[in-house]
């Protein structure tokens, strides 16, 4: 049974709220930079393997969510295996030491398409390809695969926390629809493919109760098909475990728990023969574990008129090459001052970036528009700090505008470790070539 103290507790970044540390690391390598809690990770990984420590089931981490080699070595410790949806994410999970092979499969390649190096890959060390659109099996067959696959199917239902986050319905691109499935499994056959798992994701809700739903619903389209799949060896709830972005409170995941039991038990029963069951979190592992932390450098004002009302800037040096998920659909991360003092006014303030582009600002909402938060103002110079962006995070920054990638900061033990230095101008221009081809 999992833990009270586990479930209910507040998941606080040991930095947060440390302004010292704060501004001695702002001080040495400068802002922005990415700090990331050991002690945060271990624990969610921890909840994991609770989670699943019954017979027959087995967690993946999503490494596309962080895949910092940090972050995949604690994971390997722990026994969690991965799902990767690249061929160098594969190749990364393998320097971080994960074997490669099928047997079991501790790396499964999921993806709709395969790109650069992806078949070499999954050919080179015999890797499971996790196949998520019928035309990929002709493609495998070409390419003289002959091993084991899975299939990812869209069940047709599912949630994310905005529509452009559904991994499941007819709004998804993910998936083999599941009216497809018989087509897709005769041509598996013709190429001498064994089916051996079952895959679908369908998303996380705002609520954990939705994702239990989904996940039993799920359970019992599997347990429906599982007759037509002789070779089956494993089933994949995928993953979707929510995290609270607003207010850093922990999910009660005793009923998860109950639920992958009793799921494993009606697969079992319906394919009469013993099934693996597998979830595949990616964000819970690590939402909370990563701050960003950055510089107001200016505040400003516009001012009311006949195209709407005005509003104060804070200014800073992050932006959506570092964090894009704000900037991308309207997600909502927590800001603070951590120089300033908890009973200060607040006034709405919108939080803006460097960018040449007016989409750069941290406090939008879902439907684009400007959602001011109540913070004290702030002065230039002072720190501010956005939370949960371990996941989705430093993973989806880029070097729009030809700015470099932050630096990535680890805290461990009351130690710092800088895991990635930040990118220079010839970090940028290092793949730029003038070769004739």
């Given at each position: 049974m999992l833990s009270d103290s586990m479930n209910h507790a507040f998941l606080t970044h040991a930095a947060a709220n440390d302004a010292a540390l704060l501004r001695r690391l702002a001080t040495q390598v400068g802002t922005p930079f990415w700090i990331y809690d050991a002690a945060l990770v271990r624990r969610q990984i921890a909840a994991i393997k609770e989670l699943?420590?019954?017979?027959?089931?087995?967690?993946?981490?999503?490494?596309?969510?962080?895949?910092?080699?940090?972050?995949?070595?604690?994971?390997?410790?722990?026994?969690?295996?991965?799902?990767?949806v690249s061929g160098n994410e594969a190749l990364r999970a393998m320097r971080a030491g994960f074997s490669g092979g099928s047997q079991p499969p501790t790396i499964l390649y999921t993806a709709d398409v395969?790109?650069?190096?992806?078949?070499?890959?999954?050919?080179?060390?015999?890797?499971?390809?996790?196949?998520?659109?019928?035309g990929m099996i002709r493609e495998l067959a070409s390419a003289g695969y002959r091993g084991p696959i899975a299939l990812r199917l869209n069940p047709g239902f599912g949630h994310g926390h905005v529509n452009a986050c559904d991994t499941g319905g007819p709004s998804s691109k993910h998936g083999i629809w599941h009216s497809e499935t018989a087509a897709t499994v005769q041509e598996a056959q013709k190429a001498g493919l064994k089916i051996v798992m079952l895959h679908a994701h369908v998303g996380s809700g705002p609520q954990i109760e939705e994702l239990l739903q989904n996940l039993d619903l799920l359970a019992?389209?599997?347990?429906?098909?599982?007759?037509?799949?002789?070779?089956?060896?494993?089933?994949?709830?995928?993953?979707?475990?929510?995290?609270?972005?607003?207010?850093?409170?922990?999910?009660?995941?005793?009923?998860?728990?109950?639920?992958?039991?009793?799921?494993r038990t009606r697969l079992c029963e319906a394919a009469g023969r013993e099934i693996r069951v597998e979830i595949e979190p990616g964000r819970f592992y690590v939402a909370a574990s990563a701050l960003l932390v950055t510089t107001v450098t200016d505040l400003k004002q516009t001012q009311t008129n006949a195209k709407g009302?005005?509003?104060?800037?804070?200014?800073?040096?992050?932006?959506?090459?570092?964090?894009?998920?704000?900037?991308?659909?309207?997600?909502?991360?927590?800001?603070?001052?951590?120089?300033h003092s908890a009973d200060e006014a607040v006034e709405p303030i919108v939080v803006a970036g460097p960018l040449c582009e007016s989409g750069d600002v941290f406090t939008r909402d879902s439907a684009e528009l400007l959602a001011p938060r109540?913070?004290?103002?702030?002065?230039?110079?002072?720190?501010?700090?956005?939370?949960?962006?371990?996941?989705?995070?430093?993973?989806?920054s880029s070097n729009y505008n030809s700015i470099g990638r932050a630096p990535q900061l680890w805290l461990?033990?009351?130690?710092?470790?800088?895991?990635?230095?930040?990118?220079?101008?010839?970090?940028v221009l290092k793949l730029e070539t003038d070769e004739a081809i």
């Amino acid at each position: 049974m999992l833990s009270d103290s586990m479930n209910h507790a507040f998941l606080t970044h040991a930095a947060a709220n440390d302004a010292a540390l704060l501004r001695r690391l702002a001080t040495q390598v400068g802002t922005p930079f990415w700090i990331y809690d050991a002690a945060l990770v271990r624990r969610q990984i921890a909840a994991i393997k609770e989670l699943t420590e019954g017979t027959g089931l087995q967690a993946r981490y999503a490494m596309k969510a962080c895949p910092a080699t940090k972050v995949l070595r604690e994971v390997q410790q722990a026994g969690i295996w991965i799902d990767a949806v690249s061929g160098n994410e594969a190749l990364r999970a393998m320097r971080a030491g994960f074997s490669g092979g099928s047997q079991p499969p501790t790396i499964l390649y999921t993806a709709d398409v395969f790109r650069d190096n992806a078949m070499q890959v999954i050919l080179e060390n015999n890797l499971m390809p996790n196949i998520g659109s019928p035309g990929m099996i002709r493609e495998l067959a070409s390419a003289g695969y002959r091993g084991p696959i899975a299939l990812r199917l869209n069940p047709g239902f599912g949630h994310g926390h905005v529509n452009a986050c559904d991994t499941g319905g007819p709004s998804s691109k993910h998936g083999i629809w599941h009216s497809e499935t018989a087509a897709t499994v005769q041509e598996a056959q013709k190429a001498g493919l064994k089916i051996v798992m079952l895959h679908a994701h369908v998303g996380s809700g705002p609520q954990i109760e939705e994702l239990l739903q989904n996940l039993d619903l799920l359970a019992s389209e599997f347990a429906a098909l599982l007759p037509q799949f002789p070779e089956v060896e494993a089933v994949s709830l995928g993953g979707g475990i929510p995290h609270d972005y607003r207010g850093g409170r922990a999910f009660d995941l005793a009923p998860l728990g109950e639920m992958l039991k009793k799921a494993r038990t009606r697969l079992c029963e319906a394919a009469g023969r013993e099934i693996r069951v597998e979830i595949e979190p990616g964000r819970f592992y690590v939402a909370a574990s990563a701050l960003l932390v950055t510089t107001v450098t200016d505040l400003k004002q516009t001012q009311t008129n006949a195209k709407g009302p005005g509003a104060t800037f804070a200014m800073v040096d992050a932006g959506f090459v570092d964090l894009v998920r704000p900037a991308m659909y309207g997600s909502f991360h927590r800001i603070t001052l951590p120089e300033h003092s908890a009973d200060e006014a607040v006034e709405p303030i919108v939080v803006a970036g460097p960018l040449c582009e007016s989409g750069d600002v941290f406090t939008r909402d879902s439907a684009e528009l400007l959602a001011p938060r109540p913070l004290p103002v702030p002065n230039p110079g002072d720190l501010l700090v956005l939370h949960d962006a371990g996941a989705y995070g430093y993973a989806m920054s880029s070097n729009y505008n030809s700015i470099g990638r932050a630096p990535q900061l680890w805290l461990e033990d009351g130690q710092i470790t800088q895991i990635s230095r930040r990118e220079t101008l010839e970090d940028v221009l290092k793949l730029e070539t003038d070769e004739a081809i």
